[in-house]
């Protein structure tokens, strides 16, 4: 006990140490502010920040079998400092957390905060178990995990491991999981369908067998599934389909969220109509239609369309309002703004961004910099961010960093390595791309 309280020291002072340089730790920072603003505020001044604070989350469930489902007790107002860290092991953002940091924030919660891990909190952890992208090991430590009789496992559990499976693309584990849900007693619901479809672009015919399926079995959709479908029909290009679900999802008795008006509006962008997915995003901010107000996510939604087609100016003009009416900007929303320069021919500017701004960067940060230095003619610069990137682990993936070149133009002048093999040659990397400009 005494090595584990060491330990536990330790490592508390380590991340308060490096605290700016530990995605992980992100969380208790805010934490401590907000403390400081209980102490300080007097009244209505506390309230307004609680309030602020509270609506800032978009992920309170109240399905109890949904896989980012927590108590109540720990979201009243007393509890929401505490809640506040317990909620990063529901954080999907690969580099906000990952299998390894929710472990250490369960190790948190038990050891600092004194409450013994419930299944609520093991449904964080294996909802992040995908990013190992191990079966192996996933399947070890689910059975492990299932093995410890001071464990109660609900239907939140299974149904995270069933979506870290299906990440996997492994549809016959997560479907063997199911069968233990069946067996054990656990309610198989609409929450448990839809984590079989969160691999890589599920095709038309899959989701539509997972709709045929819960028709069979009698189960209600819910507004998840309705979001599924809308991003499948978007990809399908079918915008007719696409708006006929999000209508659905009312027409059922449903409460759409932020993630189905989100859907909507890329539905919007995909079939060339910003202006309306605009118009979603500004309903959305002035009326809060069923509660619903604009997150990050959505603006970044539109964000993505300016940059792709090079539209800077709509870009810069978005951004500055996200930062007038105080949005969350996260890294693809720093990333929108530097592919914006560089589609449009401003690849100085878009360097300037990639420097003067100190965010969080990843995998495709680094590609769009690399992309903006090579049309710039700064390839010194374009073989360092490449030796930085290459040194964080950052191996060129291109389901990770997509393009930024909206139309195919590998034979005039092609210049990331997934051009190269439209070209034949399948062998591109980096190293080799940045050599071959230099030349």
């Known amino acids: 006990l005494m090595q584990v309280a060491r330990s536990s020291a330790l490592l508390r002072s380590f991340a308060n140490l490096t605290l700016r340089s530990v995605p992980c730790y992100e969380g208790r920072r805010d934490l401590n502010t907000l403390q400081r603003l209980r102490n300080s505020a007097r009244g209505k001044n506390w309230d307004e920040w609680y309030h602020k604070f509270k609506t800032e989350d978009p992920y309170y469930v109240d399905d109890p079998t949904h896989h980012r489902w927590f108590p109540k007790e720990i979201r009243e107002q007393d509890k929401e400092l505490e809640a506040r860290l317990y909620q990063r092991l529901f954080d999907s953002t690969p580099e906000e957390i990952n299998f390894k940091r929710a472990c250490n924030a369960v190790d948190t919660i038990r050891l600092d905060h004194g409450i013994e891990p419930q299944s609520w909190m093991y449904a964080g952890v294996l909802l992040q178990i995908g ?34 499976f299906a990440e996997n693309v492994d549809i016959e584990g997560a479907q063997y999981v199911i069968e233990e849900m069946k067996a054990k007693g656990l309610e ?26 819960l028709e069979n079995k009698k189960i209600k959709p819910n507004a998840d599934t309705y979001t599924l479908m809308i991003n499948t029909y978007t990809r399908e290009l079918d915008f007719a389909n696409a708006n006929k679900m999000f209508s659905t999802i009312t027409d059922s008795g449903l409460t759409p969220h932020v993630w189905a008006f989100n859907s909507l509006m890329r539905s919007r962008c995909k079939a060339e109509f910003p202006n309306e997915a605009r118009e979603v995003l500004e309903h959305m901010h002035d009326e809060k239609p069923f509660g619903v107000s604009p997150n990050t996510d959505s603006y970044n939604a539109l964000l993505q369309y300016y940059e792709s087609h090079g539209k800077d100016e709509e870009t810069q003009e978005l951004f500055n309002l996200m930062r007038e009416r105080n949005v969350k900007m996260d890294v693809e929303t720093y990333n929108c703004l530097i592919r914006s320069k560089y589609n449009s021919g401003k690849a100085r500017e878009g360097i300037e961004i990639f420097e003067r701004f100190n965010y969080r960067r990843n995998e495709a940060t680094y590609a769009a910099a690399i992309d903006c230095c090579v049309q710039g003619g700064e390839y010194d610069k374009a073989a360092k961010y490449h030796a930085i990137a290459k040194g964080r682990g950052y191996t060129y993936g291109e389901r990770v960093a997509m393009p930024t070149y909206f139309d195919p133009i590998p034979l005039v002048y092609p210049r990331r390595p997934d051009y190269w093999e439209v070209c034949g040659d399948h062998h591109m990397t980096w190293d080799r791309a940045v050599s071959f400009d230099k030349l």
Do not use: H
């Open 131 to 164: 990013s190992v992208k191990d079966v192996y090991y996933m399947t070890y430590f689910w059975k492990q995990l299932q093995q410890n009789s001071n464990i109660k496992l609900g239907a939140n559990a299974y149904n995270a491991i069933v979506r870290s």
């Open 188 to 213: 198989v619901n609409a929450n448990t369908y839809n984590n079989l479809c969160y691999f890589y672009r599920p095709s038309l015919y899959f989701m539509e067998a997972i709709m045929e399926t």
